[in-house]
């Protein structure tokens, strides 16, 4: 199971990296787009012509709708233009005939939009911030994995072993395989340094191990004798799992 949680662990933080570098390379051309059309272009009066329903699917099998307005305006060269916002929403806050300000790029009178913050920042806003998530999501996972394997490593060379008592084999319900909570080994030491009773969890098993625990036999652990939350579960003298 240990085997399969990194493999599963690894590839979560490779999704989630990719997705969220996706997100922000995406939300990084979206930013620029917006900044270069509120840095050149140019202002004028626009109106409503049509508004264009599109749908698409939702994940629970169902169905949305959304409403885009399409505008049409002159530039200044008497050139006659109109676009579809490429934002939507679930309500029509425009209507046919309704005059708005319009943003285009005098070079590309094709790149336009309707002047104000939802029209030209909303996008990119959201793809950026949604992108730092995932990313920022995969690296944590990243360090955490980095520094288990790490803490472990420290404890195979310096870790102090005690013995501890078996208590018991339950389901880790904090996490789930393929729709499954794997089994962990929980364990108690008395510290007679400081007279605490800790408490010690294994790495998730893929199978119920208490049958093979033999009664009364202690459960191995090692242990960093300045700090005992930090500890590796022995689990060797269990059987060796199947793929």
């Known amino acids: ?55 698409s699917s ?20 008497g050139q006659q233009e109109s676009f579809e916002s490429s934002s939507g929403s679930s309500i029509s806050y425009y209507s046919v005939g309704d005059k708005v300000t319009v943003l285009y790029d005098p070079a590309h009178p094709d790149n336009a939009s309707i002047d104000s913050w939802t029209e030209l920042w909303l996008a990119p806003t ?44 339950g389901l880790n319900t904090s996490v789930t395989y393929n729709g499954k909570s794997p089994y962990v080994i929980y364990a108690q030491w008395l510290n007679p340094a400081d007279n605490k009773m800790y408490e010690f969890k294994s ?9 093979f625990i033999p009664q009364g036999k202690p ?8 700090d005992p939350a930090k500890y590796r579960v022995d689990i060797s003298f269990l059987p060796q799992e199947g793929n």
């Open 126 to 169: 959201i793809v950026l911030f949604m992108g730092s998530v995932f990313f920022l999501v995969g690296i944590g996972f990243f360090i955490f994995i980095a520094r288990k394997r790490a803490t472990n490593e420290w404890l195979e060379k310096n870790g102090t072993p005690i013995e501890a008592k078996f208590t018991r084999a």
């Open 219 to 226: 459960i191995s652990v090692l242990i960093d004798p300045k």
């Open 203 to 211: 790495d998730d098993l893929g199978y119920d191990p208490t049958e």
């Open 58 to 77: 939702s994940s629970n099998g169902g169905s949305s709708m959304t409403f885009h307005p399409v505008v049409a305006f002159v530039t200044a060269s």
């Open 1 to 55: 199971m240990q085997k399969k949680e990194n493999r599963f662990l690894s590839l979560f933080v490779i999704i989630f990296g990719i997705v969220g570098i996706g997100m922000l390379i995406g939300g990084g051309f979206l930013l620029t787009g917006a900044l270069h059309l509120s840095s050149v272009g140019i202002r004028t009066d626009g109106s409503v012509t049509q508004i264009v329903r599109q749908t």
